[in-house]
């Protein structure tokens, strides 16, 4: 089975940057969409970002258009979401998908069949 791994986590202050980096190890499965997600405590896991591995097409939750950069260049390159301008409301734990959303509903986590283990984000002000 193909594992998902996030690594690129950490604290930063608000105003700065961090990127996050997700890694497919075992054999490259076809797969439509990557995204991530996160997770604060007491709230529901929310997309942040997805992209369409087929054509390369992009998605980004209002809260963070902007100010995040995902990008994969194929189905088997890590997957990275660069966070800039960063504020205390993104503290969360983030995670990576693959899965099988419609375009418009990218953002619906139960369309996500595979996930990484999640790593942290803190963000102090």
């Known amino acids: 089975a193909v594992q998902l791994v996030e690594s690129g986590g950490g604290s930063v202050q608000a105003g700065g940057s961090l990127r996050l980096s997700c890694a497919a190890s075992?054999?490259?499965?076809?797969?439509?969409?990557m995204g991530w997600f996160r997770q604060a405590p007491g709230k529901e896991r929310e997309g942040v970002a997805a992209i369409d591995i087929r054509g390369g097409t992009t998605y980004y939750a209002d809260s963070v258009k902007g100010r995040f950069t995902i990008a994969q260049d194929n189905a088997k390159s890590p997957m990275y979401l660069q966070m800039n301008s960063v504020n205390a409301e993104y503290t969360a734990v983030y995670y990576c998908?693959?899965?099988?959303?419609?375009?418009?509903?990218?953002?619906?986590?139960?369309?996500?069949?595979?996930w990484g283990q999640g790593t942290q984000v803190t963000v102090s002000s």
């Open positions: 075992g054999a490259a499965v076809s797969r439509y969409h």
């Open positions: 998908a693959e899965g099988w959303p419609y375009d418009e509903l990218w953002y619906q986590f139960t369309d996500y069949y595979n």
